[in-house]
Nanobody
Framework: QVQLAESGGGLVQPGGSLRLSCAVS????????MGWYRQALGKQRELVAT???????NYADSVKGRFTISRDSAKNTVDLQMNSLKPEDTAVYYC????????WGQGTQVTVSS
């Protein structure tokens, strides 16, 4: 049983903050990275941030300095703290785990608008 469940999305004004959480359940063979991707309306899905099992992080240039990804092994969650949100951040955000296969959550909507 493998499942990724995102939560924390919603409507926020520009400059506001949101914290997304991905609850991970199931067994994965040799997972090497977990992360968040997003897809805006009419756009292709893009990488937002990743964290490896060793703790290394990587961010898209557009979110560097504003977003922080973290992995909590005890809680089995992958979180994304999003600060100083911009309208350009509006998208459906998806949790992802990379292993022998790629696993995806259903996505959570983030809308940044006044």
């Amino acid at each position: 049983q493998v499942q990724l469940a995102e939560s924390g999305g919603g409507l926020v004004q520009p400059g506001g903050s949101l914290r997304l959480s991905c609850a991970v359940s199931g067994m994965f063979f040799n997972p090497y990275a977990m992360g968040w991707y997003r897809q805006a309306l009419g756009k292709q899905r893009e990488l937002v941030a990743t964290v490896t099992l060793g703790g290394s992080t990587n961010y898209a240039d557009s979110v560097k300095g504003r977003f922080t990804i973290s992995r909590d092994s005890a809680k089995n969650t992958v979180d994304l703290q999003m600060n100083s949100l911009k309208p350009e951040d509006t998208a459906v955000y998806y949790c992802n785990v990379r292993s022998a296969l790629a696993y995806w959550g259903q996505g959570t909507q983030v809308t940044v608008s006044s």
